[in-house]
């Protein structure tokens, strides 16, 4: 597989700022303030009417990945990967991704797989898992039911890559971004020509229990707009301003990606103490509306 696909981070953190102040009254007084008006709620986020179930994996049996369903990526163990990430991506290898219990496993561990051929140094392994080549879609609902590692140094990631063209311009779709640093700050974030990498337009939420509980990780790709969302609350909108591709890439077919790296620009300094981490995957189920 060419490895033109590049892995890029960024979040811009939700903004909300409300100043309230001072009313002078007669005699110098402070006239009481209202009340501030309450917040909205957050959007509800479901599977659309009319849609159907087109493709999902629910980790059954137990064993290595179904390789009808994915693929592993290993393409820049070698020189290195982006963003100056500390992890080897491992192949078919049960001690960095198994499908055990109904679930799947990608675990990262303190170790080196020197013997390996395309070793390139890095002190950790991990797993990379990718739909290029087996699935991808245009459009659609997405839903993908984690529990997310613990640990300074991680950064686990659930997102999609343009599969035509070149990054950043096919686009980049970040449905749940953390790290073990900020363990209950969850992001999702999008990647364009107009906006990527610490321009990426994007927003933070927090789940305090993201490393111990299942969470539901959503995304709703239309022609209009992409929406991601928690549990069924919508936390961030991307809408298509209709100016083109660099603003919108999306309406082109795109694979889903399944990782933890470790350390690197975003994941930050490692506590070797934490290893070995793991991620643990319920289901991935994505919806179409119906032809």
Request: aromatic share 10%; net charge neutral; charged share 20%.
């Amino acid at each position: 597989m060419n490895r033109r696909f590049a892995r890029r981070w960024a979040c811009t953190p939700l903004l909300a700022a409300l100043s309230l102040g001072g009313c002078g009254g007669a005699g110098g007084a402070t006239a009481p303030q209202p009340a501030p008006a309450p917040a909205p709620a957050p959007e509800t986020l479901a599977v659309p009417a009319g849609y159907r179930l087109v493709w999902s994996d629910e980790f059954e049996p137990a064993g290595l990945p179904d390789p009808a369903k994915w693929a592993y990526d290993t393409g820049m163990n070698k020189q290195g990967w982006h963003n100056h990430e500390q992890q080897y991506y491992s192949a078919a290898r049960a001690e960095n991704a198994e499908q055990r219990e109904g679930k799947l496993v990608i675990t990262a561990r303190k170790e080196q797989l020197s013997a390996a051929a395309d070793w390139g140094g890095q002190p950790y392994t991990s797993a990379r898992l990718i739909t290029a080549g087996k699935a991808e879609w245009t459009y659609g609902f997405f839903e993908i039911r984690a529990k997310l590692p613990c640990g300074k140094g991680t950064w686990p990631a659930i997102w999609m890559l343009g599969s035509q063209g070149e990054w950043p311009a096919a686009g980049e779709l970040d449905i749940m971004e953390q790290v073990g640093k900020e363990p209950s700050k969850v992001f999702s974030t999008t990647h364009t020509s107009a906006g990527s990498g610490g321009n990426g337009a994007g927003a933070a939420t927090q789940v305090g229990d993201a490393c111990s509980a299942f969470h539901t990780y959503q995304m709703d790709w239309t022609p209009q707009q992409v929406r991601f969302g928690i549990d069924g609350k919508s936390h961030f909108v991307y809408k298509n301003a209709g100016t083109g591709k660099a603003q919108w890439p999306f309406d082109a077919p795109q694979f889903l990606i399944l990782n933890i790296a470790i350390g690197g620009d975003l994941g930050g300094p490692v506590d070797d103490a934490i290893f070995p981490v793991r991620m643990e995957i319920d289901y991935v189920r994505v919806y179409q509306a119906a032809k």
